[in-house]
């Protein structure tokens, strides 16, 4: 071969491949391809040798093996020394000094869902394998596999002739990360189906083996507490519109930390309830004030007026374009951290003279429904659930219970009430009006301390109130203290084994009562 440089290019995602090989081969390197990626680049005018023209071996099984040969590992494999030049030269191989290649999409192909032969057909086998030998070599190979790498490829090539060892061993640790996600996504579907699948023959919704692939985006400044070292990991698959995909607009004086980022999950979860323009302000994880209005502006300074005590050092956020109205009403209260799809950018430039305030922008929006699985740590393993999504009104699909049925505000006022509910930590209770919260109880061992603190939090505007708890009463002294505060419409889940004396009560108290029939502890 004339070329003394030689890159193997073989993508599954074509983004970019053609300005990446077209920038390759004007720095002299000579193309190998495969199926479809030569196919692009001859379309594209560049020059091509097809892999099967270079291992004298051609693709067969309706190309099932194409790059597995000696001469492409030999050539990806070979070290700078003369012994394995010569071995190399001995099969009639060359050296390869780059590799491109990502790999088939296993993972959309099961996302899709793909019936089980096409979906076995898209694990890759000759992609993988020489995404290994690349990155097992990176101290010769520059091994690349994602498309946001190219360009600072091309400009190494361009200005050193070569790319740096640091650059090289970098994509190589990607590539692994790559491969093992792979393996991972793979072994995840192979333990969910066959002998691994439910009972009526469909996947198993959580495989015998599970791997979560994550990869480091920062340090924090330290984990819960000073002493605890701690960092932040995205999943590899993370969807758009999720934390760890929103952007930092503003970092204030420092990043994020480990109790900030919690908590901000906490309240973007729980503004992904609402329609409407809604804000949230969460502290230590649970909602302090929740709010729905005309405007976003209206909605936050409602749920700042719901508790401003707690409010102040808070977590907002928020499910509309942060506007300059809204941006003032933020500027007049300490808050650390915005999370928003976006921001104007009058109120960035309003937003961003606080000091220590932190801006993220999520951009795609994520909405209640969503699917996702939940992890918890626990002492040598995890837990691991479905996302607890909304995916109808429970409220209005529940059943009323006691001699009064609520009327239609205090229908609005329960499904407030209980849509903030389920992001409150257990035991839960919160008071609401329509378009607001006035009173939050959260994590009390004994549900009536709970209504008890929601009350005291809510005062004089609890009169007329509603009220939801995540989970049944036990008995009916919750049910009392609520009467006592002045609420008049209740919406809990049922079923204690005191439902009979919790109905009794209520309707002592003359309040409507609707039973969910779902309980939504957060632990």
């Not at 192909?109 to 086998?125: C, F, K, L, P």
């Not at 951009?363 to 626990?378: N, Q, S």
């Not at 009064?404 to 849509?419: C, D, F, G, S």
């Not at 035991?427 to 009006?433: D, E, G, M, P, R």
Request: net charge negative; hydrophobic share 45%; proline share 3%.
């Amino acid at each position: 071969m004339a070329s003394s440089k030689r890159a193997l290019i073989s993508v599954s995602d074509k983004t970019g491949v053609v300005e990446f090989a077209q920038g390759l081969s004007e720095l002299g390197f000579e193309l190998l391809s495969t199926g479809g990626t030569a196919k692009a680049l001859r379309d594209a005018g560049l020059p091509v040798t097809d892999v099967s023209a270079y291992t004298e071996s051609p693709e067969i099984m309706d190309g099932r093996v194409k790059t597995l040969h000696p001469r492409v590992h030999g050539g990806i494999l070979m070290r700078d020394r003369d012994d394995d030049r010569a071995a190399l030269a001995s099969i009639g191989g060359a050296p390869i000094d780059l590799v491109c290649v990502n790999l088939y999409p296993f993972e959309a192909t099961v996302a899709r869902g793909a019936s089980h032969d096409e979906i076995i057909e898209n694990i890759d086998i000759g992609g993988p394998s020489m995404v290994r030998s690349a990155a097992k070599n990176h101290d010769r190979v520059t091994i690349v596999t994602d498309p946001a790498d190219y360009a600072v490829v091309i400009e190494e090539l361009a200005q050193l002739g070569s790319t740096q060892l640091a650059t090289r061993q970098r994509l190589a640790a990607k590539a692994f990360s790559h491969t093992a996600a792979y393996d991972g996504a793979i072994a995840a579907y192979m333990t969910s189906t066959g002998p691994f699948a439910a009972a009526d023959g469909t996947r198993a919704r959580f495989p015998a083996t599970l791997t979560v692939s994550l990869e480091k985006v920062y340090d924090v400044r330290y984990g819960e507490n000073p002493h605890q070292a701690g960092a932040f990991y995205r999943e590899r698959t993370a969807p758009e519109g999720s934390l760890s995909r929103a952007r930092s607009l503003g970092a204030g004086g420092k990043e994020l930390s480990f109790n900030n980022l919690v908590d901000v999950d906490a309240a973007l979860d729980a503004v992904r309830e609402f329609a409407e323009p809604a804000a949230v302000i969460v502290k230590h994880t649970n909602p302090c004030g929740v709010a729905r209005a005309a405007t976003l502006e209206a909605a936050y300074r409602a749920a700042r007026a719901a508790d401003e005590t707690s409010a102040f050092g808070g977590i907002v956020a928020l499910n509309r374009e942060v506007d300059i109205a809204t941006a003032e009403a933020i500027a007049e209260t300490f808050i650390e951290c915005v999370v928003a799809p976006a921001f104007a950018d009058a109120a960035l430039e309003r937003l961003r003279k606080k000091s220590q305030l932190r801006l993220l922008a999520t951009g795609a929006w994520l909405g209640p429904e969503f699917e996702e699985l939940h992890y918890k740590r626990i002492g040598g393993g995890f837990v691991v659930q479905d996302r607890d999504r909304t995916i109808q009104d429970e409220v209005r699909a529940g059943k009323v219970v006691t001699r009064r049925a609520p009327t239609e505000q205090e229908l609005r006022a329960l499904e407030m009430a209980w849509r903030v509910c389920k992001h409150v930590k257990s035991n839960a209770i919160v008071f609401a009006h329509e378009d607001r919260t006035v009173g939050v109880g959260a994590g009390q061992m004994a549900r009536v301390t709970s209504v008890q603190i929601a009350a005291q939090k809510a005062g004089d505007l609890a009169k007329g109130a509603a009220m939801a708890s995540d989970a049944f009463f036990p008995f009916a002294d919750g049910i009392e203290a609520a009467a006592a505060a002045g609420i008049t419409a209740i919406a809990q889940p049922g079923g204690s084994k005191k439902d009979d004396e919790v109905i009794a009560a209520a309707d002592a108290a003359g309040i409507a009562m609707i039973f969910t029939g779902t309980r939504h502890f957060r632990h």
